[in-house]
């Protein structure tokens, strides 16, 4: 029987329903996978693939925790499989993500399907299969979970956005949550002591960095994030708003002063980000002007954003 659509979701619950016993080996599982097996009364064996960076560790977490559950983990997994005592199920499917690190929206539309089989003959060799995969798995530890979630992070943040179409179009929301990318929101000007301190940085850096000109800063804002692309913001007295470059902390850099008036003050150093390395989109005239009126709609709106603020990019995207 071909699954496919909505079927392929309804066979799963089905047969986890009326299961006896339950042997799954399906390789990723994303947020709020742990969801499939609530209703599930026997007891399972589970065979996941948890440490390539395709498998969200917290439903694992969960799945763990539960006494008629034993969870593995096989390196090379990449199967997605299924097995009761009258139903086989194969297909393309892992659960909740499809194992390139997208979830929830980000995988709306993609297209799945599989097959399900009560036929004697197969239910025997897809249980030789997985009772010789199951010998050759291994017990999840502590420390397997600890870098199963480095590596999703990593994963998550470095994940290209799936859908095709306008490549200058701005992202969606779900495209960019969890990723490293802030908006820096600014108006006041910079003290006198602040732009003197960057001058010296700058001169410090002649012939050490190639961009040397090119460094900025932000007066007195230490809680800005390190290892994340920050994009700059303007906004004028008049409420204009101005899309400026894409910054990255170089926290060496940073220095500490004393003003005038005896008041100590700091200033956190950037540099322009090349390599774009946190943007899965082009940074272009049209990204930076979709940006902008999303940013101006969202001051016609509500509070937020507001001067001094940073926040993560996704909160201002539909």
């Known amino acids: 029987m071909l699954l496919f659509d909505q079927t392929y979701l309804t066979s799963i619950r089905d047969a986890l329903r009326e299961a006896e016993r339950v042997d799954v080996a399906v390789a990723f599982w994303g947020t709020g996978?742990?969801?499939?097996?609530?209703?599930?009364?026997?007891?399972?064996?589970?065979?996941?693939?948890l440490l390539s960076g395709g498998t969200n560790p917290a439903p694992i977490a969960i799945l763990r925790g539960r006494n008629n559950i034993?969870?593995?983990h096989f390196a090379e997994l990449h199967a997605?499989?299924?097995?009761?005592n009258s139903v086989a199920i194969v297909g393309s499917a892992n659960f909740?993500?499809?194992?390139?690190?997208?979830?929830?929206?980000?995988?709306?539309?993609?297209?799945?399907?599989?097959?399900l089989s009560q036929d004697s003959s197969v239910l025997h060799s897809a249980q030789q299969w997985f009772d010789q995969l199951w010998s050759e798995s291994r017990a999840i530890t502590d420390a397997d979970m600890n870098q199963a979630a480095l590596a999703w992070e990593k994963a998550r943040r470095y994940r290209t956005i799936a859908k095709?179409?306008?490549?200058?179009?701005?992202?969606?929301?779900?495209?960019?949550?969890?990723?490293?990318?802030?908006?820096?929101?600014?108006?006041e000007e910079a003290s006198k002591e602040a732009e003197g301190q960057i001058g010296q940085v700058r001169r410090a850096q002649k012939g050490r960095r190639e961009d040397a000109e090119e460094l900025d800063y932000y007066e007195d804002w230490k809680a800005l994030p390190k290892n994340s692309s920050l994009i700059d913001v303007h906004i004028g007295s008049r409420r204009g708003i101005s899309i400026g470059y894409i910054y990255r902390r170089v926290p060496s850099l940073d220095r500490v002063f004393q003003r005038k008036d005896g008041t100590s003050g700091s200033i956190q150093v950037v540099a322009p980000e090349e390599t774009r390395r946190e943007?899965?989109?082009?940074?272009?005239?049209?990204?930076?002007?979709?940006?902008?009126?999303r940013l101006v709609n969202q001051l016609n709106l509500m509070p937020l954003p507001v001067i001094g603020s940073v926040f993560p990019l996704f909160e201002v995207l539909e």
């Open 164 to 187: 095709t179409g306008n490549p200058d179009q701005l992202p969606t929301r779900a495209e960019m949550i969890d990723r490293t990318i802030y908006v820096v929101i600014w108006g």
């Open 33 to 49: 996978s742990e969801h499939i097996l609530d209703e599930l009364n026997a007891k399972a064996r589970l065979i996941c693939n």
């Open 80 to 84: 997605k499989v299924l097995l009761t």
């Open 279 to 293: 943007l899965p989109f082009n940074w272009n005239t049209s990204i930076r002007t979709a940006l902008k009126k």
């Open 96 to 115: 909740s993500t499809n194992g390139l690190h997208y979830e929830a929206d980000e995988i709306r539309g993609w297209r799945e399907a599989g097959l």
């Open 70 to 72: 034993e969870v593995r």
